[in-house]
């Protein structure tokens, strides 16, 4: 199995709402099965490496979060505008914050 922690000192763990139990009820398969989070493997393969594999090929599959429109699966330019926004952080900003600048807030 991995370790606690990946490389960059982030925790590594299974995330269950109450009750639930196995891979399939955890969170993080949730997560991959709908396509708003992708299985990657920090080392060693993880206990419950094969569920987490066949819930993102059923989310591959159906065109969920990740891997459809816009990205793809290719998420190299969200990635490029995120560190790019980093970068950038608090250049041009009046002091509101992101949720105040956001079209879809309520």
């Given amino acids: 199995t991995q370790d606690a922690r990946d490389r960059y000192g982030r925790l590594l763990a299974y995330v269950y709402p109450e009750g639930a139990g196995g891979p399939a009820g955890s969170v993080n398969h949730d997560l991959v099965r709908t ?5 990657y493997v ?3 393969p993880f206990r419950h490496l094969d569920a987490f594999r066949r819930a993102q090929a059923e989310a591959l599959r159906a065109g969920r979060g990740l891997w459809g429109p816009p990205c793809f699966g290719d998420t190299r330019g969200a990635r490029r505008e995120a560190a790019d926004g980093a970068a950038h952080k608090g250049a041009g900003r ?3 914050s992101r949720r ?3 079209s879809d807030s309520p």
Wanted: charge should be neutral; avoid cysteine; hydrophobic fraction near 30%.
């Fill in 35 to 39: 396509g708003h989070a992708a299985a």
């Fill in 42 to 44: 920090f080392r060693d």
């Fill in 94 to 96: 009046t002091g509101t």
């Fill in 100 to 102: 105040e600048n956001r």
